[in-house]
């Protein structure tokens, strides 16, 4: 199991830019661009997932459309297995199973590949940068259960602890750092 040291998580916290009233009014949009061009708070983050992860024997990683695409590839290839993407509705051009979630105003949906995981009962890590509420990754969680995966944690680079959202995911949840 990785600690992450007080001195590394400076380096992250710190390469993460707060956008204020973004998407909308009264929002704080936690801006992940300026952590993917600082390459050393980049590494320093992935060399702590790696070390997290790579005792946890898993089979994929499922990375949430689209910020979670670019941290759970990283670590998939690091880790020498799969990535497999969790998308918005549309996107995927095979078979696809679909889970509908709540947002403030009205309904998303994600999908997943029928087939997305050869492995029977594969061991997946699911990726996202952020929770906030939660419904996005309980949505994902639920639709690899469907396909017959088995999410043996959530990961995510921050958590919005005020919005308890980890309650309402039905495994094990990861944040690096958290907001209060
Ligand atoms: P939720 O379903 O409420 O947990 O929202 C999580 C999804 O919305 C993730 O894919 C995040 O990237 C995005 N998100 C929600 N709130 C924020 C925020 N304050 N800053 C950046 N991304 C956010």
């Known amino acids: 199991m990785s600690i992450l040291s007080l001195e590394d998580k400076k380096i992250i916290e710190s390469s993460i830019r707060d956008i204020p009233n973004f998407p909308k009014e009264g929002v ?3 801006d992940i661009t300026t952590l993917l ?4 708070a980049l ?9 997290r992860y790579k005792s946890y ?15 759970g590839s990283i670590l998939a290839d690091r880790l020498n297995i799969g990535f497999v993407p969790v998308r918005k509705k549309g996107k995927l051009p095979y ?10 105003y009205g309904i998303d949906e994600i999908e997943v590949h029928i087939d997305a995981f050869p492995k029977e009962n594969a061991r997946v890590l699911l990726m996202d940068d952020l929770i906030a509420t939660g419904g996005t990754a309980k949505a994902a969680a639920s639709l690899l259960s469907k396909v017959g995966a088995n999410c043996v944690e ?10 308890k959202g980890r309650n309402d995911i039905d495994a094990d949840v990861y944040s690096v750092m958290q907001v209060n």
């Open 28 to 30: 704080v949009f936690k």
């Open 95 to 104: 078979t696809t199973v679909a889970e509908k979630y709540a947002l403030e």
């Open 57 to 71: 024997d898993l089979d994929y990683i499922a990375g949430i459309d689209a910020r979670g695409f670019i941290f």
């Open 37 to 40: 061009n600082n390459p050393k």
């Open 43 to 51: 590494k320093t983050l992935m060399n702590h997932l790696e070390k």
């Open 154 to 163: 959530a990961c995510f680079i921050l958590e919005l602890n005020f919005l």
